[in-house]
């Protein structure tokens, strides 16, 4: 990959590609609906002939896809994230052949939906049953792109997202949450209580650094296709997750079960076959969750020392 473009660059996901790339002297083309510094300023749902015009003089090799809606009340508040799928795919199939990039769109294990144990570990055959809008949203993005490729004949591969221990900005992921509370239980500046909802509820969580390099990695690999979990495989129970970071942290504290936290659409269970993802990447690294807690509160401190 020589050139890129990455959408959604100031938001969360799309951040830490671009500064991948720029770390490794790729040229990186940076694209938000928000004015920042470095980035070009564009909204992706204008259609299809507008994103061509923007999209043929760069010339990139590869569309790294992160742009989206994560928040709303009803399903208009999501409806941008299927508007720019279908424009940039569009735009995409008027280049001529030879200028089609590779697109990488990134999913998320919020599509799922409804997962039974006999579903478990889920693989990249399973048939969504998304609850949430926003899984909705996202499942009907990823049919869109899938489709648009078979049909206008360019390389496409959906990373599956599963659950990340921390992100960059705001609302914090759940572990990343639990530790800035801590955090602040630590400084005198909270009571010693955590609200909770049911941690007897598994996922499977992922390193973000290291999701970024097996993204970038399935991008760099011609044979990944459709849809590819991005798992850790390792099922983890939030209780257990919560205990050890609390420990690590060395914080005491009393749990308030919170009956609104709690989500009945939600499964129980969630853990995602990796067979698909180990095939395709050079090094596949195992999930310790010690490690991607440490590393999850390495992160909160650099962001407390940012501020």
């Not at 896809?65 to 928040?71: C, D, L």
């Not at 144990?117 to 869109?144: A, H, M």
């Not at 909270?190 to 509820?201: A, F, H, Q």
């Not at 973000?208 to 991008?219: D, G």
Request: glycine share 8%.
């Amino acid at each position: 990959m020589d050139r890129v473009l990455v959408t959604g660059a100031a938001g969360r996901i799309g951040s830490l590609l671009v500064s991948h790339f720029k770390t490794i002297e790729t040229e990186v083309f940076a694209l938000d609906r928000t004015a920042a510094e470095g980035v070009l300023s564009f909204d992706l749902t204008q259609g299809a002939e507008r994103i061509f015009d923007f999209l043929k003089p760069l010339g990139v090799d590869v569309i790294f896809h992160s742009a989206g809606i994560f928040r709303g009340r009803t399903p208009a508040d999501f409806l941008p994230n299927t508007q720019m799928i279908e424009g940039l795919t569009q735009a995409i199939a008027q280049l001529p052949i030879s200028m089609r990039p590779r697109f990488v769109n990134l999913s998320s294990a919020a599509e799922l939906g409804v997962v039974s144990d006999q579903d478990l570990p889920v693989n990249e055959s399973f048939e969504c049953r998304p609850v949430s809008l926003y899984g909705k949203s996202k499942w009907e993005q990823t049919q869109i792109a899938l489709a648009a490729s078979q049909r206008f004949g360019f390389s496409c591969v959906c990373p599956r997202v599963f659950n990340l221990l921390w992100l960059p900005g705001r609302p914090p992921q759940i572990v990343q949450g639990w530790a800035e509370k801590f955090l602040e239980i630590k400084q005198g500046l909270r009571e010693p209580i955590l609200e909770v909802g049911d941690l007897s509820i598994t996922r499977d969580f992922v390193d973000t650094h290291e999701m970024i390099r097996l993204i970038v990695q399935l991008a760099q690999n011609p044979n990944a296709q459709g849809v590819v979990n991005v798992a850790s495989g390792v099922e983890c129970r939030l209780s257990d997750v919560l205990e050890k970071l609390a420990a690590m942290m060395g914080v005491k504290f009393e749990i308030r079960v919170v009956s609104e936290f709690c989500d009945p659409q939600g499964p129980m269970r969630v853990v995602g076959d990796t067979a698909t993802l180990r095939r395709l990447v050079s090094d596949f690294h195992e999930f310790e969750l010690e490690k991607g807690l440490k590393v999850t509160l390495a992160e909160l401190s650099e962001h407390h020392r940012n501020l």
